[in-house]
């Protein structure tokens, strides 16, 4: 009587030695993990399959909770840490090589029966790389989940463009919480900087509905009320007629194509004009 | 008779930015000049905001539909929310219950080609429009 489970169980400190050393050469990546840290997991893995393959063969059973949980960990730490979902996978796979060398020199004199274990326990550490990878995956797919959420978010710096001007370039969609963030910086900024214009520019805002127009009046007003010109430009022609379809009334609000033809206008209204200096434009040379 | 069709959740502020983006994509898909893209993923904005903030969320279902040789998409918003009492009223340029601009309604009427609502005041409201190619 010798299943893989009592073979694994008797070599458990021969079959860690020579996954350690099969991972060195296969699938270890030194730059991503120490030896420590691999060690203590491989280890850990090693205890908790032993212990439950003693009691069951199937994965979906209770007896492998912990260890599927302890892989959910291996999986996130891994994924965090820069690891593929596949070298994820080959942590727990290159497990089999030396396992199945503890059974072919445990069963050297029953073939048929080291068949048959091996088949057993390659399945077993087969379904439990699959559940790596679904985990591997699904932290990704998190990962994934979670940047796409924070691109969405405007990140939108307010830029002094001349002393007493200032601009607030908005990139991306416009109806989070942090627009109100947004716009409440530029009014604390216009306070700090004790600006006379503030330019808004939408041209980076896909879509401008009711909502954001809601957001750009009010701050405009509350700007307007704290002494302030509040212009915006970067109006694209879509946006400017679904913006007269939907209703919205933009004529109390100084509007211009451009970033640059508000700053004009700005450098205009507080009395400054931009000179060359180098005298008049080079004339074209003639052929 | 729809060629394709999709249904989406909105539950969350996020939803609304999701949906938005699949109006624009199936709208470049069948080739809307920018102009009618905008218009469309607009009203879509409007309407899935009703749909969450006043409707207490649901579901937007898009589907390809076809007149003739005409396409078109057609954006069914539905919700089991409170419903809308007065129709006409909600219709009205300006008209808003809580504190918004009061256009949507309204504005993405002006948006698209086919605008129905059917609402029933504890039961829901469902909010169908058509933009043509
Ligand atoms: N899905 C809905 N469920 C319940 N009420 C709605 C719904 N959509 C619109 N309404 C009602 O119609 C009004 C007008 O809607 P809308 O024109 O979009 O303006 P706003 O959203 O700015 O209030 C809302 O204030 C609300 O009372
Ligand atoms: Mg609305």
Not at chain 1, 41 to 54: C, G, H, P
Not at chain 1, 228 to 250: E, F, K, M, N, W
Not at chain 1, 269 to 287: D, M, N, W
Request: hydrophobic letters at 40%; a neutral charge.
């Amino acid at each position: 009587m010798s299943a893989f489970q009592q073979v694994i169980k008797a070599n458990e400190t021969a079959i860690l030695s020579g996954w350690l050393s099969e991972m060195a050469t296969s699938t270890r990546r030194t730059d991503l993990m120490g030896d420590t840290e691999i060690r203590q997991q491989a280890t850990e893995l090693l205890r908790l399959f032993t212990e439950a393959s003693q009691t069951s063969s199937d994965v979906q059973s209770a007896a492998f909770a912990s260890t599927k949980e302890f892989l959910k960990d291996v999986a996130k730490s891994r994924m965090d840490q820069g690891f593929t979902p596949a070298e994820t996978a080959l942590f727990v796979l290159s497990m089999k090589q030396p396992v199945f060398n503890a059974l072919r020199d445990a069963m050297k004199s029953n073939p048929s029966e080291l068949v048959t274990e091996i088949w057993a326990a390659g399945n077993l550490l087969d379904k439990l790389s699959m559940l790596t990878v679904t985990n591997a995956i699904g932290f990704r797919e998190l990962t994934i989940q979670r940047q796409q959420e924070e691109m969405l978010e405007l990140s939108t710096p307010v830029v002094k463009l001349w002393d007493g001007i200032l601009a607030l370039p908005l990139i991306g969609t416009l109806d989070s919480a942090r627009t109100q963030v947004v716009m409440e910086s530029l009014l604390t900024a216009i306070v700090d900087t004790n600006s006379q214009v503030a330019i808004i520019d939408i041209t980076g805002v896909p879509t401008v509905d009711t909502l954001v127009a809601q957001h750009l009046i009010k701050t405009i007003t509350a700007a307007r009320l704290m002494g302030a010109d509040c212009y915006l430009s970067g109006i694209r022609p879509a946006i400017a007629q679904t913006i007269v379809h939907l209703g919205i009334d933009l004529t109390d609000i100084q509007t211009k194509a451009k970033l640059s033809d508000a700053f004009a206008l700005a450098l205009q209204r507080s009395g400054k004009t931009v000179v060359s200096t180098k005298g008049s434009a080079p004339k074209p040379k003639e052929l | 008779m729809a060629l394709k069709r999709e249904t989406y959740r909105i539950d969350v502020s996020n939803d609304v930015v999701r949906v938005r983006q699949v109006a624009r994509s199936w709208a470049a898909e069948l080739k809307f000049s920018l102009v009618d893209q905008t218009k469309f993923v607009t009203a879509t904005s409007e309407l899935a905001r009703n749909t969450l903030e006043h409707g207490g969320g649901g579901t937007m279902t898009a589907e390809i539909v076809e007149n003739g040789t005409k396409k078109g998409i057609r954006l069914i918003f539905d919700d089991q929310g409170p419903g809308i009492a007065n129709i006409e009223l909600a219709l009205r340029d300006g008209y808003t219950s809580a504190g918004g601009m009061g256009l949507g309604l309204s504005g993405s009427k002006r948006l698209v080609n086919e605008f129905e609502i059917n609402s029933e005041p504890g039961r829901g409201t469902t909010v169908t429009i058509i933009r043509w190619k």
